[in-house]
């Protein structure tokens, strides 16, 4: 069965986005385990951080006058169709070891796939997108894998 | 919290402890600062509910994802760590609903000393919003 995607849309495989390196400090982590209701102590005091704070670390900082009007970040790494856009779907992660204060990490994103599923109300499309985060001595500290889907 | 002892005391089947959230707009506003997500559904009432068309404040879908990993964590209570966390997004809920986080242990593998959980966020309706599941990895004692 042929694909009915889009080249153009597939063309955007492999794109990777210039890497982003990042200082963990302890405040930013108490502020997240706050923010998220963490009870576990060495997350609140900031001695680690909790498993998803990388969320926070490489959320992408845009100027105001680049924001949509829904407050969204404009995605550089997929450009979404005119009239589509990126729901979050699933997400996995693999830890390699924990982020601590004082570390300096950074994510390099990879568009890895675009592939379509046949859903309920037809032909649904997914966007796969890989995010590596090493330390400063380059050891692989976490691959976080998110899915989503274009509507 | 009851936090489990040690591997040799985890069956497949036992239930963790899980959690109830009744996440408010302090905690999105909180939540959406840390990360610096300016997205209006989770904190300005008349765009979510009157442009959008939600019910109210949206709860934005990592958190949900992180609640779960917390529902691991402290059964754990630092006696190992997490090797691996997958979620997804299924139904959307609102500030101001109770949503509670559960936890079931799938497969033990004490050679390993692994463990997988099956995780879920859960709303008032009993429905899972947000299905994931975590492999878990015991300190050797």
Not at chain 1, 44 to 56: M, Q, S
Not at chain 1, 61 to 66: D, F, S
Not at chain 1, 99 to 105: E, Y
Not at chain 2, 50 to 70: C, I, S
Request: proline share 8%; hydrophobic share 40%.
């Amino acid at each position: 069965m042929g694909s009915t995607l889009d080249p153009g849309l597939l063309a955007h495989i492999g794109r990777t986005s210039p890497p982003q390196t990042e200082v963990v400090t302890r405040r930013d982590i108490r502020k997240y385990a706050v923010a998220t209701g963490q009870r576990l102590k060495k997350f609140l005091d900031g001695d680690e951080a909790p498993p998803t704070y990388h969320v926070a670390l490489f959320w992408p900082v845009v100027p105001l006058g680049e924001l949509l009007p829904d407050g969204v970040a404009r995605d550089d790494l997929f450009p979404a169709p005119p009239g589509k856009r990126p729901l979050a779907g699933g997400l996995k992660l693999e830890f390699h070891r924990p982020i601590r204060p004082g570390d300096v990490l950074t994510c390099t994103r990879t568009l890895s796939d675009i592939y379509e599923k046949n859903g309920s109300s037809g032909p649904l499309v997914f966007i796969e997108v890989v995010m590596r985060v090493t330390d400063a001595r380059r050891e692989p500290v976490l691959t976080e894998t998110t899915t989503r889907i274009l509507v | 919290m009851n936090a489990v002892q040690h591997i040799d005391s985890v069956r497949a089947g036992d239930r963790l402890p899980g959690r109830e959230f009744r996440p408010d707009a302090v905690q999105l506003f909180l939540y959406n600062a840390a990360l610096w997500n300016a997205h209006r559904i989770h904190f300005d009432h008349p765009y979510a509910t009157e442009v959008e068309g939600h019910a109210g404040l949206v709860v934005p879908g990592p958190l949900l994802g992180d609640w779960l990993t917390q529902c691991a964590l402290e059964w754990l209570d630092d006696r190992g760590r997490l090797l691996s966390f997958e979620y997804s997004n299924r139904r959307l809920s609102h500030a101001g609903e109770a949503l509670r986080t559960e936890g079931t242990v799938a497969s033990v593998d004490r050679g390993r000393s692994e463990a997988v959980i099956s995780l879920a966020v859960v709303n008032g309706d009993g429905e899972v919003i947000a299905p994931g599941s975590a492999t878990v990895r015991f300190d050797r004692a």
